[in-house]
């Protein structure tokens, strides 16, 4: 049976040379009986297919946040948390989630800090985009969901708070994956090249006061900024971005993307709540979950040669794919490729 897409389907028809103002009226009268009769009989498995195909939208309370997050296949045996990055939101795996979701897996994709329906509980909580605190974010979304660990999967920031978590608690997740990301690439005191100090010129541009007034006057433009330039021209559409930036109308998003981008080279404090975690993760910790590190040949921001050579920072599975290409966003350009990676991965390891 070929799946028929919808917003977060499997695929999608279509049907070219095809006018709807051309068809009469006995024609739809015909489409909706026969439509109508396949569901009645077939009920059972639209039902099933439906909840692999399309995201059910809901929200768990956590220490300091009510985190919003899109469910499939909540049937699944098998867990798996999908973690967005920056500037992107939980729709970046519409096109990944149900290929796992056919395969049996229960998927989550919760929206990060800042972002989408997430908030949090309480006014004075600091507004903290430190990297620390989206791992404990992640630790606590999967422990009050009480999930046995889940794979846990995440692109660019999402990558980040996967490998922070892990660090936090070892054993919490049975396989990781990092999208366009290497471990361990933002420590203030790591070595930087000139080339990727211009790929992160939108990081200093933050740190200063006209940075931060031009980003708040047109926050959507800036994002489209790194939409258009961190990946090979034509992979994304108008409406598309439009739909993705929704989530940015979040009244905390440019609170939390100016802290992150700051504080983590040393242009802003971090949040004293979250200075035990810190501790935890000095030095970068080895990590024995298996990791799967999977990055676009053309990622125009994190060059691909940032995420080579971390093998020493793995004591268990390790592979990484690169993909010929892609840009920035694997899981937006490439879904099918990634899909096949996780799932190969989850399996052999």
Request: glycine share 8%; hydrophobic share 40%; aromatic share 12%.
């Amino acid at each position: 049976m070929r799946p028929v897409g919808r917003e977060e389907g499997l695929n999608s028809i279509r049907i070219k040379n095809f006018t709807l103002q051309t068809l009469e009226p006995r024609f739809f009268a015909k489409l909706e009986w026969n439509t109508n009769r396949i569901r009645r009989r077939f009920g059972g498995l639209f039902t099933h297919l439906s909840g692999m195909t399309l995201a059910e939208k809901k929200q768990i309370r956590v220490s300091r946040l009510d985190i919003d997050y899109l469910e499939w296949n909540p049937a699944g045996a098998r867990s798996v948390v999908l973690l967005h990055g920056w500037p992107d939101s939980a729709r970046t795996w519409q096109q990944v989630a149900p290929l796992l979701a056919a395969q049996g897996f229960r998927v989550l994709a919760p929206s990060l800090r800042g972002f989408g329906g997430t908030r949090f509980l309480d006014s004075s909580t600091p507004r903290s985009g430190e990297l620390v605190a989206l791992g404990r974010d992640l630790l606590d979304f999967v422990q009050t969901l009480k999930l046995q660990r889940p794979a846990l999967v995440g692109h660019d920031w999402g990558a980040r708070a996967v490998a922070n978590a892990a660090g936090l608690m070892p054993g919490l997740a049975s396989h990781l994956a990092m999208l366009s990301v290497g471990y361990g690439t933002n420590d203030p005191s790591q070595p930087m090249p000139f080339g990727q100090a211009r790929n992160y010129w939108y990081h200093w541009f933050m740190a200063t006061s006209l940075g931060e007034k031009t980003v708040r006057a047109d926050p959507r433009g800036f994002a489209r900024t790194m939409w258009e330039t961190w990946s090979p021209p034509g992979w994304f559409d108008d409406a598309e971005f439009d739909a993705t930036a929704a989530a940015f109308d979040n009244p905390d998003w440019l609170d939390v993307t100016l802290h992150s981008y700051r504080h983590r080279w040393g242009h802003a404090s971090g949040d004293p709540h979250y200075a035990s975690d810190i501790a935890a993760l000095q030095p970068l910790p080895v990590i024995a979950t298996p990791m799967l590190v999977i990055h676009g040949a053309e990622d125009a921001v994190n060059p691909v040669d940032s995420s080579a050579g971390k093998e020493r920072w793995f004591s268990g599975a390790y592979r990484r794919v690169v993909l010929d290409g892609v840009g920035h966003f694997p899981q937006r350009e490439a879904a099918e490729s990634v899909a096949t990676e996780l799932l190969a991965f989850f399996g052999k390891h």
